[in-house]
């Protein structure tokens, strides 16, 4: 089984460097396009951590939203993010480990970052999200519902085990299969909106 201590930003950077990067799709996800075409608050404050290319942001940036926040800890990631999005103010680009992040956010994004974790770090992750977000702020994204032959990353769930995960910080406003997966991923992903508990 992959260990902790081997999805570290070194074993992130070797992927960035190696380019063994499956996990880009080349574009911003359908379904969170989706979500933000009805979403109206330019202003809201939105942080996308584990963002990779962050394609998210590109399409974000080009709708008008203005306050836009990227975390990665792979150094080479960070380096060609803040080269790509050099011309945009709009977009901040930190290089930093997600749980020592700190910041106050009314959305945060899920793009194949909770799937890059190791399952023991789940609940860190949901107490972490629940501190970042305002009251009523909220996570939105993808989660994967299938369990992976091969051992991780990517790690896979169940609904089951996310409500169980999620329901003692966050409302679970959605939970449910997405309907716009990328062809490769249709059938094995949940679209989610889940709002954060006082």
Request: proline residues 6%; hydrophobic residues 40%.
């Amino acid at each position: 089984m992959t260990s902790l201590s081997k999805l570290d930003a070194t074993f992130w950077n070797e992927r960035w460097v190696n380019q063994a990067t499956g996990w880009d799709i080349g574009y911003a996800s359908p379904a969170i396009t989706e979500y933000f075409n009805q979403y109206r608050d330019r202003n809201a404050s939105i942080l996308i951590p584990g963002c990779g290319n962050a394609y998210e942001a590109e399409y974000l940036s080009v709708k008008g939203y203005s306050n836009i926040t990227l975390v990665d800890f792979a150094p080479d990631a960070v380096i060609r993010l803040k080269e790509k999005f050099k011309k945009n103010p709009e977009v901040h680009v930190i290089q930093t480990d997600f749980f020592e992040h700190v910041g106050n956010y009314d959305l945060i994004v899920e793009q194949t970052f909770f799937c890059a974790l190791v399952p023991a770090q789940r609940q860190s992750y949901v107490q972490k999200m629940h501190s970042l977000l305002q009251p009523n702020g909220k996570i939105i994204g993808l989660l994967f519902n299938i369990s992976f032959e091969k051992d991780g990353p990517p790690f896979g769930g169940t609904i089951e085990e996310y409500i169980t995960l999620f329901s003692p910080y966050f409302d679970i406003q959605i939970m449910a299969p997405a309907f716009n997966s990328i062809a490769p991923r249709a059938g094995s992903e949940l679209f989610v909106i889940l709002k954060r508990k006082p």
